[in-house]
T-cell receptor, first 114, second 113 residues
């Protein structure tokens, strides 16, 4: 275990559903990230939060909505997704959000959109 | 912005042989270059990193070299073992300190026993 826990591990949803992915880190880190991993674009950065403030939003469609209520928890709210959004969604954390820090990844949520 | 190219996309080697994965980057200001390993069905994990003030770094069977002039860096794995089979990602980051990493597309390494 790396100290970053993601739930659920697998999720199947229809295009009209609303679901949320959850990430929790027990490392005392100040920064958390969402990455999308697919065959076409491995490890694509979606969002970065540092001290609960969003510092990066990589032109992600509005059907993905992040939430960071505190430095230990990160959510990704999903609604009206498309089949091409099917992918592995990885959460990560690091000490302070600097690009030159070690990232600690969770195990990911494998999402399938039908 | 930064662009990281990684080659090859797949690599097969015999157990005991060496493996080399190469990456190039576009932003000359980048100064931090980590490598992550992702075994099948598992999370990516940092295996080694290098900063631009050094040209080479070793950790047992793995080493990374950096050529700032040519803007490329490489991962070298010697005496490969079946447990080295995984996807390897290179990445680059530039100052300021809060600029996120940009990853390459990954190399799937297969070590054949």
């Amino acid at each position: 275990e790396t100290g970053v826990t993601q739930t659920p591990r697998h999720l199947v949803m229809g295009m009209t559903n609303k679901k949320s992915l959850k990430c929790e880190q027990h490392l005392g880190h100040n920064a958390m990230y969402w990455y999308k991993q697919s065959a076409k674009k491995p490890l694509e950065l979606m969002f970065v939060y540092s001290l609960e403030e969003r510092v990066e939003n990589n032109s992600v469609p509005s059907r993905f909505s992040p939430e960071c209520p505190n430095s230990s928890h990160l959510f990704l709210h999903l609604h009206t997704l498309q089949p091409e959004d099917s992918a592995l969604y990885l959460c990560a954390s690091s000490q302070d959000g600097g690009g030159r820090e070690k990232l600690f990844f969770g195990s990911g949520t494998q999402l399938s959109v039908l | 912005g930064e662009n990281v190219e990684q080659h090859p996309s797949t690599l097969s080697v015999q157990e005991g042989d060496s493996a080399v994965i190469k990456c190039t980057y576009s932003d000359s200001a980048s100064n931090y270059f980590p490598w992550y390993k992702q075994e099948l069905g598992k999370r990516p994990q940092l295996i080694i990193d290098i900063r631009s003030n050094v040209g080479e770094k070793k950790d047992q069977r793995i080493a990374v070299t950096l050529n700032k002039t040519a803007k490329h860096f490489s991962l070298h794995i010697t005496e490969t073992q079946p447990e080295d089979s995984a996807v390897y990602f290179c990445a680059a980051s530039r100052p300021p300190g809060n600029t996120p990493l940009v990853f390459g597309k990954g190399t799937r390494l297969s070590v054949i026993a």
